[in-house]
Antibody
Framework: QVQLVESGGGVVQPGRSLRLSCAAS????????MDWVRQAPGKGLECVAL????????YYANSVKGRFTISRDNSKNTVYLQMDSLTAEDTAVYYC??????????????WGEGTTVTVSS | QSVLTQPPSVSAAPGQKVTISCSGT????????ISWYQQVPGTAPKLLIY???KRPSGIPDRFSGSKSGTSATLGITGLQTGDEADYYC???????????FGGGTKLTVL
């Protein structure tokens, strides 16, 4: 079945780096754009990064621009989120999401279960 | 402060109908399609509506979506206790070049 499984979360000190991974299965990964969406404790959803199906087009939220990098390896059916210069404000559950194919406006039709990132000294 | 504006909470009795609004601007809702997501606390979001009014397979027709100008609405009929969740609207903002969400609306089925 269609599935996204995130990994790489954990506790990290401010200023340090962390790389999240999202392994996809059950669909043609290379046909879909992929997203990372985060949710801080008790807060709403924030679209952090979007990546086109071929990895050429990338979009970032202003809050992470210059610090986070989204990438993908279509041979491994995996999308990554490299997070540098982490601050306490980056503490959140990070969800990997697949973009649907049926629209010109991005929407997320499959979501992973999320991985928790805690930035704390 | 979210780019899209939703009411913090709505409530209704089982069997009744409820609507959740989502307000934006010409940079987002006004010129792009809207999607809606349901999130039961402690779980991942789930797509309910895309392209303003389309339902993915498996989503019952009790859920409906509409859009007019720079606002959108999610409707839920025949409310069930299992519908208690947080609901988010989302779209693309052409000025920000970012995906944007509303702040979420907590639905309570009394």
């Amino acid at each position: 079945q269609v599935q996204l499984v995130e990994s790489g979360g954990g506790v990290v000190q401010p200023g340090r780096s962390l790389r999240l991974s999202c392994a996809a299965s059950g669909f043609t990964f290379s046909s879909h754009a992929m997203d990372w969406v985060r949710q801080a404790p008790g807060k709403g959803l924030e679209c952090v990064a979007l990546l086109s199906y071929d990895g050429k087009d990338k979009y970032y939220a202003n809050s992470v621009k210059g610090r986070f990098t989204i990438s993908r390896d279509n041979s491994k059916n995996t999308v990554y989120l490299q997070m540098d210069s982490l601050t306490a404000e980056d503490t959140a559950v990070y969800y990997c999401a697949r973009q649907g194919l049926s629209s010109l406006t991005p929407y997320m039709d499959v979501w992973g279960e999320g991985t928790t990132v805690t930035v704390s000294s | 402060q979210s780019v899209l504006t939703q009411p913090p909470s709505v409530s209704a009795a089982p069997g009744q109908k409820v609507t959740i609004s989502c307000s934006g601007t010409s940079s987002n809702i006004g010129n792009n399609y809207i999607s809606w997501y349901q999130q039961v606390p402690g779980t991942a979001p789930k797509l309910l509506i895309y392209d303003n009014d389309k339902r993915p397979s498996g989503i019952p027709d009790r859920f409906s979506g509409s859009k007019s100008g720079t606002s959108a609405t999610l409707g839920i009929t025949g409310l069930q206790t299992g519908d208690e969740a947080d609901y988010y609207c989302g779209t693309w903002d052409s000025s920000l070049s970012e995906g944007v969400f509303g702040g979420g609306t907590k639905l309570t089925v009394l």
